[in-house]
């Protein structure tokens, strides 16, 4: 999506506002990469097989954390529309956007390690009758919708608040539609979380709680690297219009680029 539809407020010179963010993107890339191989060498060398569908239950743990992750992604880019309703800062609108953005991004692997998973157990890459697939592929198909809603909008305020209003609305439905799934009678899809049976033993919930955090910090990640990009292109498009408005006259090649601060 073109990153020109996001403004920051810019200034240059000492207490510049405008500052890069990519501070601890290092250390935050080295942690997501050292969870992610924990847990995956726990999935494969450690956590015992599962007794009713062995080895092609280890998918479980990309794809359920992959779910988790993506759904509060979404939550979390209605909070961010709400902040931005709130207070007008565009900096919430484009945090919004790209909470949702890469949410939506982590969808579609839920969506395809899910109809692997499916493959796999039930021989079926899809079974319509049950309700958390659907539920999730509707949720899913909501904020596919967002971004030609938002972008049919020419005027940038109210893209952002109208925008906004839809992450507040599609964020509020994401909590109702898992309620009303964990209330459905399912009959395909397991309870690993909730069972008569105690949920799941010691060994399989530490692996999946190493795989959750790793993903968790894989989609925040994701996150700070698409919000560095955004304002890198942001303070360009800044200059550039600074150059025009100095009358330096010519077009400004996207390599003239001031020396920042990364945070």
């Known amino acids: 999506m073109p990153y020109s539809t996001f403004s920051w407020k810019t200034e240059t010179g000492p207490g510049s506002r405008f ?3 990519g501070r601890g993107l290092k250390t935050l890339s080295i942690a997501t990469v050292l969870f992610l191989m ?17 080895f092609k239950q280890k998918i479980f743990y990309l794809h359920v954390p992959l779910a988790i992750v993506a759904l509060l992604g979404f939550i979390a880019g209605g909070v961010e529309g709400y902040r931005h309703l709130r207070t007008g800062d565009r900096r919430h609108d484009a945090n919004s956007y790209v909470f949702i ?12 390690t899910g109809a692997i998973w499916a493959k796999a157990s039930w021989g079926y890459w899809w079974v319509w009758d049950e309700p958390t697939l659907v539920s999730f592929l509707i ?4 904020y596919c919708t967002y971004y030609p809603f938002r972008y049919a909008i020419e005027d940038r305020d109210r893209q952002a608040r109208y925008a906004s209003v839809f992450a507040i609305t599609a964020g509020a439905f994401v909590p109702l539609n898992f309620m009303a799934v964990r209330m459905a009678e399912s009959v395909i899809h397991p309870r690993v979380f909730a069972t008569s049976e105690g949920g799941l033993p010691d060994s399989m919930l530490l692996t999946f709680l ?20 955004k304002k890198v292109s942001g303070q360009v498009s800044y200059l550039r219009r600074r150059l025009h408005d100095d009358g330096s006259g010519g077009s400004v090649g996207g390599r003239i680029a001031p020396s920042v601060e990364a945070k």
């Open 101 to 112: 953005h890469i949410s939506v991004t982590f969808g579609v692997a839920v969506l395809v």
């Open 19 to 21: 500052n890069m963010t």
């Open 210 to 229: 190493v795989c959750f955090v790793g993903i968790g910090l894989l989609w925040i990640t994701l996150v700070k690297t698409e919000m560095v990009g």
């Open 38 to 54: 924990a847990g995956f060498a726990l999935v494969f060398l450690w956590v015992p097989m599962d007794a009713d569908q062995g």
């Open 139 to 142: 949720v899913f198909l909501l």
